[in-house]
């Protein structure tokens, strides 16, 4: 088992409109989906904690990361500023069994 500590709140690492939101911090969700409207940017930023296991984030078609729980807080910038018009997006997150994660999701400027 590993030492367990707090979910970061993700809004204080992570600056911009908040867009989409959402905390699993049960340990029994293991799969999410949630809709967001993306502009030219976006950020992405997850935290995990509670299991060894990946959480592989999905936040466009075509698009994927996957990273070890234990690693913690991560942030992604997704570049959409190629699309001819804003689009809405499916975020996907999927959870090792027993992980508590969380998912922000911003807009953003492009990253520098």
Do not use: N
């Not at 969700?29 to 809709?35: F, I, L, N, S």
């Not at 070890?68 to 997704?78: L, N, R």
Request: hydrophobic share 40%; charged share 20%.
């Amino acid at each position: 088992m590993l030492p367990e500590r707090p979910l970061i709140d993700l809004r204080t690492k992570v600056k911009g409109k908040v867009l989409l939101q959402h905390v699993a911090d049960s340990g029994h969700q293991t799969k999410w989906a949630g809709k967001v409207k993306a502009g030219d940017f976006y950020k992405v930023a997850v935290d995990c904690v509670g299991s060894r296991g990946m959480l592989v984030i999905v936040p466009q078609k075509g698009w994927k990361s996957a990273r070890q729980c234990s690693a913690g807080f991560g942030a992604y910038t997704v570049d959409h500023r190629y699309a001819s018009e804003s689009a809405v997006e499916t975020v996907r997150i999927e959870a090792p069994s027993g992980a508590r994660w969380a998912v922000l999701v911003v807009a953003s400027g492009p990253s520098t």
